[in-house]
């Protein structure tokens, strides 16, 4: 699979102190990459260093399988922390001008004001814009060189619900119909869950984790937790029931995660077995449990 990004062993201190810890991640071509973890984890010094605005202490940065930033131009573009806007020039004007600045092609100007929703708002200056709107004219600059690869920077943090879907249907919309990546960082776990193809989980400059969307689905899904005496023996019962590998035993507890309605069969077995069963309940994480969990939160 090709890979869009590919960090390896990325290093960053500030005054000796660690704000990168070898960071190595792999993004893939098609991807929404969802970066998460808690204010002051690493996610916007990561992307700074990725995108060569801050020096790396150690580590490699590679885009579309082996080119440097210097390779990439255009294709890559961001929306690092606030856009900056001509805040007395239109959505329009403004685009013209970055497209000068960039030197990139002017002619698709309408276009992609259209793709970010942002078609219709005339000779209205960008001062008077919501900031969703802002955001969205933000996302629009990025686009001006027609990019494969976006890295969005909490694009959503301060927006209204409102303003949150717009943005969150303007990611899937570029990704769908122009086949762009995507790094998008938060800390709204739910929000990023509703788009996100693959997660990258940060902690204290130290990326511990990357996940398939679908397999955090799996572990965040409807679960049996059962309480017993003598879990080996029932894991071992139960097993006869239920596929080996949706039973798990976590903190001395049996956990069934397929087949929760058959949970008085379950009972009734180990019951049978001689084994003293002290609870039987269902359960579920949300993201923002498991991603506490993992960090030990």
């Given at each position: 699979?090709?890979?869009?990004?590919?960090?390896?062993?990325?290093?960053?201190?500030?005054?000796?102190?660690?704000?990168?810890?070898?960071?190595?991640?792999?993004?893939?071509?098609?991807?929404?990459?969802?970066?998460?973890?808690?204010?002051?984890?690493?996610?916007?010094?990561?992307?700074?260093?990725?995108?060569?605005?801050?020096?790396?202490?150690?580590?490699?940065?590679?885009?579309?399988?082996?080119?440097?930033?210097?390779?990439?131009?255009?294709?890559?573009g961001?929306?690092?922390?606030?856009?900056?806007?001509?805040?007395?020039?239109?959505?329009?004007?403004?685009?013209?001008?970055?497209?000068?600045?960039?030197?990139?092609?002017?002619?698709?100007?309408?276009?992609?004001?259209?793709?970010?929703?942002?078609?219709?708002?005339?000779?209205?200056?960008?001062?008077?814009?919501?900031?969703?709107?802002?955001q969205?004219?933000?996302?629009?600059?990025?686009?001006?060189?027609?990019?494969?690869?976006?890295l969005?920077?909490?694009?959503?943090?301060?927006?209204?619900?409102?303003?949150?879907?717009?943005?969150?249907?303007?990611?899937?919309?570029?990704?769908?119909?122009?086949?762009?990546?995507?790094?998008i960082?938060?800390?709204?776990?739910?929000?990023?869950?509703?788009?996100?193809?693959?997660?990258?989980?940060?902690?204290?400059?130290?990326?511990?984790?990357?996940?398939?969307?679908?397999?955090?689905?799996?572990?965040?899904?409807?679960?049996?937790i059962?309480?017993?005496?003598?879990?080996?023996?029932?894991?071992?019962?139960?097993?006869?029931?239920v596929?080996?590998?949706?039973?798990?035993?976590?903190?001395?507890?049996?956990?069934?995660?397929?087949?929760?309605?058959?949970?008085?069969?379950?009972n009734?077995?180990?019951?049978?077995?001689?084994?003293?069963?002290?609870?039987?309940?269902?359960?579920?994480?949300?993201?923002?449990?498991?991603?506490?969990k993992?960090?030990?939160?």
């Amino acid at each position: 699979m090709e890979s869009v990004l590919k960090t390896n062993g990325i290093i960053k201190k500030y005054s000796g102190n660690t704000v990168l810890n070898g960071i190595s991640m792999n993004i893939h071509k098609g991807d929404i990459y969802g970066f998460i973890g808690k204010n002051g984890a690493g996610k916007t010094t990561l992307m700074r260093v990725v995108l060569s605005l801050t020096p790396k202490n150690a580590g490699e940065v590679s885009f579309f399988d082996n080119k440097k930033i210097e390779e990439v131009g255009l294709k890559v573009g961001s929306l690092i922390e606030s856009p900056g806007l001509y805040k007395n020039a239109s959505a329009y004007e403004n685009l013209k001008r970055f497209s000068i600045i960039y030197g990139a092609d002017d002619s698709k100007i309408n276009e992609i004001l259209k793709l970010v929703g942002l078609s219709n708002t005339g000779k209205r200056k960008a001062k008077d814009f919501s900031l969703g709107m802002k955001q969205r004219l933000g996302i629009a600059i990025a686009l001006l060189g027609d990019p494969e690869f976006l890295l969005l920077d909490e694009p959503i943090n301060g927006l209204d619900p409102e303003g949150i879907k717009e943005i969150r249907d303007v990611i899937l919309k570029l990704n769908k119909e122009k086949n762009i990546t995507f790094l998008i960082s938060s800390h709204l776990l739910d929000e990023l869950s509703k788009i996100a193809t693959r997660f990258g989980i940060i902690n204290n400059g130290v990326l511990i984790e990357e996940i398939e969307a679908k397999e955090l689905k799996n572990k965040c899904k409807n679960k049996l937790i059962i309480e017993c005496d003598n879990t080996s023996k029932a894991k071992d019962i139960l097993s006869k029931l239920v596929k080996k590998e949706d039973i798990v035993i976590n903190n001395n507890n049996i956990e069934i995660h397929s087949h929760l309605e058959k949970s008085a069969d379950y009972n009734k077995k180990l019951v049978d077995a001689g084994i003293s069963v002290t609870a039987l309940y269902t359960s579920f994480d949300s993201l923002e449990e498991y991603f506490m969990k993992r960090i030990g939160g």
